[in-house]
């Protein structure tokens, strides 16, 4: 009996770091992109010989020992990248309505840095801090403890329960409460509806250390596709699959231009896609209408800069600007007061890297702003969605400029993407962000399984879990805990560290 074929769908960090973990574990390996690059959110793009990073723009927990740094390490990856380190005394700012607050690494510097600003609040961001380490270290998955499962009472209450609510009970200034949430665009939070658990994480993972991947993160996904090739497992573009192919029981392979068989599949992309590829009755119609029902993160909108050489100094950290006192409620803008609010960042070339060469301007965008253009071949929308876009590129960069004077004489050129960018390239529902949004009203129900119920079908990928470099491995690490347990894999992770 020959080796067990696992074809994956999808070559985003979720469906390649599967592919790595299982191919290094004897199974034969297919992974399969229906885009020309592969990497996803991964992916970057040159323009006039300057390269842009799409999604992952920066990590956490990348120090020796930390969470991200032994998972890299595992699949490989640290020895084909490398890191430069954030302001580590403010590796965010956050600007609220033009008054700067800053996120120092580690826990006595965040508390300490903040309580210049809030000379009295010193206590309660002490207790605030206790409760994101203790959410955070709750979850053995996420720490790297062990290979438990997450759902402790801690980790289950919190996720129940609003960051707001959450933050208002510990923190009673309620300056210091919008700033503890300024970084929210980066999982999109909404006020009453994202969990506090998901604030505690990514708090959490940022300060212990953040980096930028120099030269871009789509070397990340190199990297594990070199891996994958010299397991013996092959990664292929332009493969768009058409169909999941059942029996009765299981599914069998995967259809695109050819037929894939398969004695495991995974689908790393998000579960709307997998419930059009799949017309099993093994998914029930309930679970069908549950995962299409499901409420998606806002889009986004993002202007990609390119700066005259040498007239901008490297920028090393994130900006949260917020033409407001509050960073919530950003998403219900009204095309009058668009951008409410905005996140600005530069890319790191190279390290020590001392002048900008690109950045990026992200700011929310529904996608009923684009639909209208949906289906229209990429670069062939018309003059009316590039006029949309040249008009809301302008306004975005004069709202970058109301905090950072000047900032336009140092512009050379940019480019833009919308929702529908997103969708083409990734293939989330509706262009979202960041997929599946987090709602704590609907409990269990919004939670997407890595499981289906047909037995040999998993889910990976930013959709399971939680999104973030972090929330995708654990996914990846509970979707192949089902061909190779979580025991082994965590004891395997140990055994690359020694």
Partial sequence: MGRQKVVIIGSGLGGLSCGLILSRNGYDVTVLEQGAQVGGCLQCFHRQGVKFETGMHFIGSADEGQVLNRLLRYLGVMDDIR???????????????????????????????????????????????????????????????????????????????????????????????????GDLPLYAAEYDKTPFS?????????????????????????????????????VLCRQQVRKIVCNERKAIGVETDRFYPADVVIAAIHP??????????????????????????????????RFKPESLPYMNYNFYGYRQRSPWGCEQYTS?????????MHFCQEAHQRWAESGVILSYMHFSEVELWKGMPIGHRGEAYEQMKRERAERLIDAVCKDFPGLRDT??????????????????????????????????????????KIPNLLLAG????????????????????ELLTSEYIFNDIIKHES
């Avoid at 293939?427 to 949004?437: C, F, H, I, L």
């Avoid at 879990?465 to 996914?475: A, E, F």
């Fill in 83 to 181: 890191l430069s380190r954030l302001d580590s005394e403010g590796y965010n700012v956050i600007s609220l309505d033009g008054e700067r607050f800053r996120f120092a690494n580690g826990r006595e510097a965040f508390i300490e840095t903040l309580s210049k600003d809030f000379p009295h609040q010193r206590d309660q961001m002490s207790r605030y801090f206790d409760l994101v380490e203790m959410v955070a270290g709750a979850s053995s998955l996420h720490t790297l403890r062990k290979a438990d499962s997450d759902a402790t009472p801690l980790h289950t209450e919190f996720q129940l329960r609003s960051m707001n609510d959450v933050i208002s009970e510990v923190v009673s200034d309620e300056l210091l409460r919008q700033v503890l949430v």
């Fill in 198 to 234: 998901t604030h505690a994480f990514i708090t959490d993972f940022y300060n212990q250390s953040a980096f930028r991947v120099v030269g871009g993160s789509d070397l990340i996904a190199a990297s594990l596709v070199k891996s994958i090739q010299q397991n013996g497992g092959q």
């Fill in 272 to 305: 709307a896609r997998v419930i059009e590829l799949c017309d099993s009755p093994l998914l029930r119609s309930a679970y069908r209408q549950r995962i299409l029902a499901l409420p998606e993160t806002v889009g986004g909108f993002a202007v990609y800069l």
């Fill in 336 to 344: 009058a007061d668009w951008p409410r609010g905005y996140l600005y």
């Fill in 411 to 452: 512009i050379a050129g940019y480019e833009t993407s919308t929702p529908l960018t997103y969708l083409d390239y990734t293939g989330t529902e509706r262009g979202s962000m960041y997929g599946v949004a987090r709602d704590i009203s609907l409990g269990p129900a919004g939670r997407v399984q890595h499981r289906t």
């Fill in 462 to 481: 930013q959709n399971v879990n939680s999104h973030g470099i972090l929330g995708v491995l654990v996914g990846t690490i509970v979707a192949c805990s």
